[in-house]
């Protein structure tokens, strides 16, 4: 679409509007300055967006739990019995539902067992992680102290007001274990021994943990299973759990980005029992992760990464393309379940998502899998939230990789510093979605083109999503273009606006990010939107995450 066609489509689009009798609070003279349009139909649901899609993911991982999380009750860091405080006071403000732990692949070799008790009679472990630790990595990170085990985890979890998501290991424990968990966790005060155990470390009433993941990622460091042979354990492993009246939501380890046989064999294999076997999965684990910048000249995982924090345009836009085959993924999955299960009883769960740099760019140089997030992962960021936001009836939970000090981290901390990512900003101007309804919205713009090695390449122009609580909507959007804006006619369908107003997040400088000393270069800036009127035009800046909050009349 040129200019001058779009102009007309809207022209159009406008005067059709007017005489279906919608209410607009859209350009009139302005409108032959926009080159974008977002159109909401607030009579066109598309579901609850499940508040648990802005999930978390902490796992026992170098600086994650140990300096990230927990600092420990002696710390002279500021903390909440053992918690880093800023991080609690940030986890609130975002209104953090769920956090999955205590891995990724640390899971399938931990013994829960081994985090209960009195903290100073905790054995300590080698962690799964500790042959790609540093040697000036802290000890904690190769040899695991157990000082956070589940009563602490649990008392994170409700420091913060979020959700525990256990991942019970599957590769190097039996199914006894994990209902062993389960009743440590559930089983109502003095009704077992292993209540008794939980009452004495000063936890006598049950968790009441609802999610747990049936391994991770059984295809790889899970106990690299086919998935036939994981629809096996899996059904053995489910076979009894015990409930104590809780609903258990169990999550099935599933494919990792178009892996569509692991979901097709799966699914195979567990109906091969019945198809009453599927009532015992509540989701299906997704992983996606977007790390290969080499423009299809190798599929090497370590040679295909890129640079978090060098990098030209063309790699932000390879990056978002990666980030953006989720809504491909979602789908696919999604349809290649549909063959056994045709109600949709099991949702997808995609409990680790985000870009993954080669290593570089940590902020604590000791830290594995540490980098710093910039404007792009925001965008990245943003974009994801908006496409599980456009699938609510298929997505039940979704899981960030990871909290802190690690990938596409919401917040850094080392010691006693501490600053929040451009991610982690992120999920704050999101976090008005949960739980909302989401609505059909269309996005015009023009495509973005670059060069993608002497061949010409696109990218969309403008995308977002769009939910409504009560009478409250809020629109998101990003602009991917790193350095043309939008000039943005929206349209409301179905209710007139009272008041508004709107955030932003982005830079002059693609390459923006927060650091230990410049913790705010990428900060959101809010202002208040005339919407009074009948015209609201917007500017949406290049590389940039909106954030619009509308109360309808
Ligand atoms: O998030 C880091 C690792 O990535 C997780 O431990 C694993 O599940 C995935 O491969």
Redesign the pocket.
């Known amino acids: 679409m040129n200019r001058r066609q779009f102009l007309r489509d809207s022209a159009l689009a406008s005067a059709s509007v007017a005489l279906m009798g919608a209410v607009r609070f859209a350009a009139h003279a302005e409108s032959a300055l926009t080159d974008s349009r977002i159109e909401v139909l607030l009579d066109e649901p598309l579901g609850t967006i499940s508040a648990n899609i802005y999930g978390h993911?902490a796992?026992n991982?170098s600086g994650v739990l140990y300096d990230g999380v927990w600092v420990g009750t002696g710390s002279k860091v500021p903390n909440v019995d053992g918690f880093r405080k800023d991080l609690i006071e940030q986890m609130r403000k975002i209104k953090a539902p769920v956090v999955r732990y205590p891995?990724?692949?640390?899971a399938d070799s931990y013994d829960w067992q081994d985090g209960i008790g009195p903290p100073d009679q905790r054995p300590r472990r080698t962690n799964f992680w500790a042959g790609e630790t540093s040697a000036k990595s802290p000890t904690s990170h190769s040899y695991d102290p157990n000082q956070v085990g589940t009563n602490e985890f649990v008392h994170f979890c409700r420091l913060i007001g979020a959700e525990p998501y256990l991942a019970a290991n599957v590769r190097s424990l039996p199914p006894e274990a994990f209902y062993r968990w389960v009743e440590y966790c559930n089983s109502p005060a003095h009704s077992t021994t292993l209540a008794d155990m939980r009452a004495k470390t000063g936890y006598a009433e049950p968790f009441h943990v609802r999610f747990w993941g049936v391994g991770?990622?059984s295809w790889?460091?899970g106990g690299d299973f086919t998935p036939q042979e994981y629809a096996v354990e899996f059904r053995r492993y489910s076979s009894w759990l015990p409930s104590y009246g809780e609903h258990l939501s169990l999550v099935a380890s599933g494919p990792a980005d178009d892996d569509w046989n692991w979901t097709h064999d799966f699914f195979e294999e567990i109906v091969r029992k019945g198809a009453g076997q599927i009532e015992r999965i509540y989701g299906l684990a997704l992983?996606h992760?977007a790390w290969n910048l080499s423009r299809g000249r190798t599929q090497d995982w370590v040679a295909g990464k890129g640079d978090a924090l060098q990098f030209e345009a063309i790699d932000w836009y390879e990056l978002l393309k990666q980030g953006d085959q989720m809504e491909t993924l979602v789908n696919g999955h999604w349809q290649s379940m549909e063959e056994f299960d045709h109600d949709h009883h099991v949702k997808l769960v995609v409990d680790?998502w985000g870009p993954w740099y080669r290593p570089g760019s940590e902020a604590t140089p000791s830290d594995l899998?540490e980098q710093t997030p910039t404007l792009r992962d925001a965008v990245f960021s943003a974009m994801t939230l908006d496409t599980f936001n456009r699938h609510p009836e298929k997505i039940a939970m979704a899981n960030c990789?990871?909290l802190i000090n690690?990938?596409n981290s919401l917040y850094l901390a080392h010691e006693d510093q501490f600053v929040v990512t451009p991610v982690g900003h992120v999920f704050g101007m999101y976090a008005p979605h949960q739980g909302g309804q989401a609505v059909r919205t269309i996005f015009s713009s023009p495509s973005v083109h670059y060069d993608r090695d002497g061949k010409p390449a696109s990218f969309w122009g403008l995308r977002g999503s769009a939910s409504l609580r009560d009478k409250d909507l809020t629109l998101t959007a990003v602009n991917p273009h790193v350095s043309d804006a939008r000039d943005t006619e929206i349209v409301v369908h179905g209710a007139a606006a009272k008041s508004g107003n709107i955030t932003t997040l982005t830079h002059s400088d693609i390459h923006a990010h927060n650091t230990f000393q410049q913790r705010e270069v990428v900060v959101p800036q809010t202002k208040a939107l005339a919407v009074n009127g009948k015209a609201l035009v917007l500017r949406l800046p290049p590389a940039s995450v909106t954030s619009i909050q509308i109360q309808l009349v």
């Open positions: 993911f796992e991982l891995g990724g692949c640390f991770n990622e790889g460091c992983h992760y680790e899998l990789a990871q690690c990938l």
